[in-house]
């Protein structure tokens, strides 16, 4: 006698087919609604930044001038014309020293951070630092530098100035370098370190290549967004109507404080003049931005 198998149930007609088509539908409509979900997000963001571009290209684009560039700040808000030469010699001056401090020290934390200290009790400190004085207000910083330096001193300079951005540029730098070192493969350390080669000259000769331009794009953002600050610039520098290239020496000013001081005042010069120094200063950090972007490139291609 022959035992047979019973023959297999049949699914019904068209049910996996009906089932697949209604998850790959249902999918779908979901990647659309994501989609769309997305786009009107970017929309939302580019509005705002649309608007705001095209008001200070508006109003800065007919008071900017090469005179506009190169004259001396009026000593009278009411008096037309003038223009914004000291101020855009104080912000590069006191930018470029801030970001001279900072950048290094920035830097060499990163790789203590991420090379050296690891999760050890001071590394810890050294994040937790970094990270609460991410968010400490900038007026906050320039309080500081005016106790602790200006009244020392005993007058307002352009180094005053470039202390409060710089301590406001540390801990960007800090935070942004050692996500960068983060993202570079242990199988390259060990590769050198197996040679024969030292952690130091591990760390110098291979780590940092392999994440310089990330540093570099981080450290020029930092120094984008240092350049823009007002209260601390306004608090420990002071206000000249004529260029002063000293910052050791002298009070200063920069492109931030002058739009906070004509924007403030009811006076259509002053208020024109204030248009145009934000142009500049949306140039200078435009300008800041597309270094930053070119050099990361270049690094990229050079690495490749």
């Not at 249902?26 to 979900?37: E, G, V």
């Not at 570079?184 to 291979?206: F, H, I, N």
């Not at 120094?223 to 002063?244: D, K």
């Amino acid at each position: 006698m022959t035992l047979t198998a019973p023959p297999a149930a049949r699914p019904a007609a068209g049910g996996p087919d009906l089932t697949r088509a209604a998850l790959s539908g249902r999918r779908r409509f979901t990647n659309h609604l994501a989609t769309a979900a997305i786009w009107v997000a970017v929309l939302l963001a580019v509005i705002p930044l649309a608007l705001v571009t095209y008001t200070v290209i508006a109003k800065g684009g007919g008071v900017m001038s090469l005179s506009f560039l190169n004259e001396d700040i009026p000593n009278s808000y009411r008096r037309d014309g003038g223009g914004m030469g000291p101020a855009i010699v104080g912000t590069l001056l006191i930018t470029g020293m801030a970001a001279l401090m900072a950048i290094p020290l920035g830097v060499f934390g990163a790789i203590y951070l991420n090379e050296y200290g690891k999760q050890r009790p001071l590394a810890r400190i050294i994040r937790l630092m970094a990270d609460v004085m991410t968010g400490v207000p900038s007026i906050v910083m320039g309080l500081f530098i005016y106790i602790s330096w200006v009244l020392l001193v005993g007058e307002q300079t352009g180094f005053a100035g470039a202390l409060a951005l710089a301590c406001l540029m540390l801990p960007v730098v800090i935070r942004s370098s050692e996500e960068m070192l983060r993202l570079v493969p242990d199988e390259l350390r060990q590769a050198s370190m197996a040679l024969g080669a030292r952690k130091w000259k591990t760390t110098l000769t291979v780590v940092l290549p392999a994440a310089i331009s990330g540093i570099t794009s981080g450290s020029l953002l930092a120094v984008a967004r240092a350049a823009g600050e007002t209260a601390p610039i306004i608090i420990v520098t002071g206000i000249v109507f004529s260029p002063n290239w000293n910052l050791f020496d002298g009070s200063n000013t920069a492109l931030p404080a002058q739009i906070f001081r004509n924007a403030s005042q009811p006076f259509e010069a002053a208020q024109n003049r204030a248009w145009g120094a934000a142009l500049t200063l949306i140039v200078i950090v435009l300008g800041f931005t597309i270094i930053a972007r070119f050099i990361s490139s270049r690094f990229a291609i050079k690495e490749r």
